[in-house]
C-alpha cells in the first residue's frame, strides 16, 4: 500500500504535467507542474491561461494526462515554448475535462426559469425511461 500511494504522489506531482485549477480564484484556468514543493504543494505555471506562477495544493487541482518536457524550477519563457511546441492548449480543449468545466459553467450561468425548463425535461426524460424498461423497479424483464 505504501508502494502505490508513493506512486500516485510521484505520478501526480511529475514536473512538466498539465493541470487543471478546480478550487480557489484561479478556478478554471491550466498551468504546468514546474517543481515540487512538499507532498501535498505543487508550484504550478500557467502562461498562456493567466496563470501566475505560484504553489497550489493537490486537493485544489485536477491533474490531466498531458505532459510537456521542461526542466524542473525553470523559466515561464520556457514553459509557454514547450506549451506552444507541444501544442498543449488545443489539446486540452479537446479533453473531457474541458468539456465537462465548459458544460458546468453553461449549467452555473443559466437563468431561474432555463433551470426550471431543464428540470421538467430531465423529470419527463426520466419517467419515460421508467416505463419503457421492464427490468427496472425490481421487476425481471422475463
Not at 509557454?80 to 458544460?103: M, N, Q, T
Amino acid at each position: 500500500k505504501q508502494w502505490y500511494q508513493r506512486r500516485v504522489a510521484i505520478t501526480a506531482g511529475e514536473i512538466g504535467r498539465v493541470c487543471y485549477v478546480r478550487l480557489g480564484e484561479n478556478a478554471g484556468k491550466t498551468g504546468v507542474v514546474v517543481d515540487l514543493v512538499d507532498q501535498k504543494h505543487l508550484l504550478i505555471d500557467g502562461p498562456d491561461s493567466g496563470l501566475a506562477r505560484s504553489v497550489f495544493r493537490l486537493n485544489q487541482i485536477a491533474i490531466t494526462d498531458l505532459k510537456v518536457k521542461i526542466p524542473r524550477g525553470c523559466k515561464t519563457k520556457v514553459v509557454r515554448a514547450a506549451l506552444a511546441k507541444d501544442d498543449i492548449p488545443a489539446k486540452f480543449l479537446k479533453s473531457g475535462l474541458s468539456k465537462k468545466s465548459e458544460a458546468q459553467q453553461a449549467k452555473a450561468a443559466l437563468g431561474d426559469f432555463a433551470r426550471f425548463k431543464l428540470r421538467v425535461s430531465k423529470t419527463a426524460h426520466n419517467k419515460k425511461e421508467k416505463s419503457t424498461d421492464p427490468g427496472r423497479n425490481g421487476h425481471s424483464a422475463l
